[in-house]
């Protein structure tokens, strides 16, 4: 209802028990102040409404407000994070040797690995040999 309704119907509370008070009635009297209580009912209810939509506008307006920070802070974070990016590129592409370089580590590297793999199996060769001359003589000596 209209605040201007709810104050027709508070005066018109007033009147009836303003009636009720000078006529001696109870019961009109009763029925206004009923009638007043009623009306400031309805305009505290009102009130309460015009404040919830005013609050609701408030934090609306507020998350608005946060959610354009936010927003801003990531387009800074993501610029920054490709600054850096870019800086590490420049900083390695600088000290990365040239490819030539790669490949003479990378075959020394093998040649490395492939020295150990026949030092291993010609140690393994040895070692299978000397079992084998061990269980020789061992054999030679136990049928003698």
């Not at 387009?75 to 870019?86: G, I, L, M, W």
């Not at 490819?99 to 093998?110: D, E, I, M, Q, S």
């Amino acid at each position: 209802m209209s605040e201007l309704t709810n104050k027709a119907e508070e005066l018109a509370g007033r009147a009836k028990e303003a009636a009720g008070d000078l006529t001696d009635n109870d019961d009109l009297k009763a029925d206004g102040a009923g009638q007043q209580a009623k009306a400031q009912v309805k305009q505290a209810v009102d009130t309460a409404a015009e404040k919830a939509d005013e609050v609701k506008d408030a934090v609306a307006d507020k998350a608005e407000d946060v959610a354009e920070d936010v927003k801003d802070t990531a387009r800074q974070a993501v610029d920054t994070v490709t600054e850096k990016t870019e800086q590490v590129k420049t900083a390695v592409a600088d000290k990365t040797p040239a490819p030539a370089v790669f490949a003479v580590v990378a075959v020394a590297g093998v040649a490395v690995y492939v020295g150990l793999r026949i030092r291993s199996a010609a140690q393994r060769r040895d070692r299978t040999r000397r079992a084998a001359r061990v269980a020789k003589a061992s054999f030679s000596a136990l049928k003698s």
